[in-house]
Nanobody, 127 residues
């Protein structure tokens, strides 16, 4: 069982930066592929970024590529999402998710493959 707790959200202006953190419980965090998803008001949840359990492979949605960076620190059981050049369109609740992975270089970009979810953190970008 893995519990995930996100933090770092807030209200910022366009072109500002934020770093989200997701701390996981459990001793086997390093064997979990991780992802960040987001859900804007009135919209479906969408993929933002994902990382394999080693941190060596990542994937991004086209809408955030070049602006967002996902990383992880397995010693701290934490995955991060560095968000730069934020735009009002990035306003959403951001969720981190985890799924056990038996192999490295596996990045998971679809939400139905994740087993564990955090409660979400609100990011609001004003224009």
């Amino acid at each position: 069982q893995v519990q995930l707790v996100e933090s770092g959200g807030g209200l910022v202006q366009a072109r500002d930066s934020l770093r989200l953190s997701c701390e996981a419980s459990g001793r086997t965090f390093s064997r979990y592929a991780m992802g960040w998803f987001r859900q804007a008001p009135g919209k479906e949840r969408e993929f933002a970024a994902a990382i394999d359990w080693s941190g060596g492979s990542t994937a991004y949605a086209d809408s955030v590529k070049g602006r967002f960076t996902i990383s992880r620190d397995n010693a701290k059981n934490t995955v991060y999402l560095q968000m730069n050049s934020l735009e009002p369109e990035d306003t959403a609740v951001y969720y981190c998710a985890a799924t056990f992975s038996s192999r490295t270089a596996v990045v998971v970009t679809t939400d139905d493959r994740y087993n564990y979810w955090g409660q979400g953190t609100q990011v609001t970008v004003s224009s």
